[in-house]
């Protein structure tokens, strides 16, 4: 019998990843998909960084460099914390890895023992808990609805903190509801930490992706005691639409930082060199082509809500970054032939061809998630099949 890692072993699959490729699948058998399940730009990676990649591949820098990434991108990251964020790091104490999600790993990995603590909320990103429990940690799961904007308040953080508490993790905007957290929710939130020696992550990877007038605060921009006690994540991969170039990075305590170092030593060494040639062209370059990129998402994003709000018996909180919305279906998933909302989200990509990712992944079992990540006629064409299949099936449904 196969003896598995026991830790591997209880970790559960992506289903965002088994939803998109069912969907490609599907799309690759001749139907007539709309995807709303990408965790991704659609638009193709910006020229003038393509063109970055292309020199540096015929300049020759083919080869290893530094495991925490080269001294150029490390100092571009270091200038773009402190112009955008106001946080003052040495290329000391970053360190580039193979996307925002292998940076998050690393943190949790470094920072978590056995039985330590890790507290987020619900809706939560997919991988939150199958990396605390790939560090022999313990998800501490806080429930947010959507009268409480889906943010943890500082009660409720109070109530699930215990002696074993060791990080707090802060997504914002988030994935999957797009909400922000405000200047002075995150103070009150950081008091707390420092009061209780909680380290933070913050988890910034939508950080250009913001509509309407909200203001984007780094939690570690919020006083020295806050700032010694987080690790800030971001990349390229949303705000550059350089997904599959896969550089992220963290900032952090030095000390903290040289574990991350040691630990990506010995796993997988540096991020692709021609990747970050690349990531330094974006990040030195003006924001011409993300504010292109997100006037477009914040189009998109009016033009869903207002699709959705013809369907009454669908319910939303409005986001104010990223590309998602996060719908209440539970009046179709407890409606008499209902099911659970995965089964829903099964019946739409089955029965109407639209993919979306149901809300059991996100730790909210109500919910389905709809990216806005995709044209505007085929967010028309979408939410019209969405529409239409509820109608189908649910005319006696009660609203």
């Known amino acids: 019998m196969l003896q598995v890692n026991r830790r591997v072993k209880e970790m559960l699959g992506s289903t965002t990843l088994a939803i998109t490729a069912r969907a490609k699948e599907l799309a690759a058998q001749g139907h007539d998909v709309v995807n709303f399940g990408a965790g991704e730009p659609d638009f193709d990676t910006p020229d003038f960084i393509k063109k970055a990649g292309i020199k540096a591949i015929e300049k020759g820098m083919t080869k290893y460099t530094p495991s925490i990434g080269t001294v150029d991108l490390r100092e571009a990251i ?8 106001g946080l003052v790091y040495k290329p000391s104490q970053i360190v580039v890895s193979c996307g925002a999600k292998h940076s998050l790993f690393n943190i949790i990995q470094v920072l978590v023992d056995d039985g330590d603590e890790v507290i987020f909320q619900a809706p939560y990103w997919v991988s939150y808990p199958e990396m605390v429990k790939a560090a022999g940690g313990r998800s501490v799961i806080v429930p947010t609805n959507a009268a409480s904007g889906f943010k943890i308040t500082p009660e409720l953080l109070k109530k699930h903190i215990t002696p074993k508490t060791r990080i707090l993790i802060i997504n914002s905007p988030s994935n999957p509801t797009g909400v922000m957290y405000g ?21 910034e990877i939508y950080e250009k992706l913001i509509y309407d007038t909200t203001v984007f605060t780094s939690i570690a921009s919020l006083g020295k005691a806050i700032f010694d006690l ?5 990349g390229v991969s949303k705000a550059y639409a350089m997904t599959g170039w896969r550089i992220g990075y963290a900032a952090g305590p030095v000390e903290i930082m040289e574990y991350i170092k040691k630990y990506q030593d010995h796993s997988t060494s540096n991020p692709t060199s021609i990747s970050q040639a690349a990531a330094v062209e974006a990040l030195k370059a003006s924001t011409e082509s993300i504010d292109q990129m997100c006037q477009i998402f914040k189009k998109r994003r009016d033009l869903m809500l207002a699709c959705l709000d013809k369907v009454p018996q669908l319910s939303y909180i409005r986001p104010q970054g990223a590309f998602y919305v996060f719908c209440n279906f539970a009046k179709i998933a407890n409606s008499a032939d209902g099911g659970s909302v995965a089964a829903v989200a099964a019946k739409l990509l ?6 979306a990712i149901p809300g059991d992944s996100f730790g909210a079992p109500d919910y389905i998630r709809f990216s806005f990540a995709t044209s505007e006629a085929r967010i028309e064409e979408g939410i019209k099949r969405v529409a239409g299949w509820i109608a189908n099936q649910h005319s006696s449904l009660k609203v």
Do not use: G, M
Not at 185 to 203: G, M, N, P
Not at 350 to 355: E, F, L, Q, R
């Open 183 to 203: 200047k002075e929710e995150l103070a009150k939130l950081a008091e707390i930490c420092v009061a209780h020696k909680i380290y933070v992550i913050s988890d």
């Open 230 to 234: 987080t690790i800030t994540v971001n």
């Open 350 to 355: 089955d029965d109407v061809k639209v993919a």
């Open 78 to 85: 270091a200038a773009k914390f402190q112009k955008d964020n």
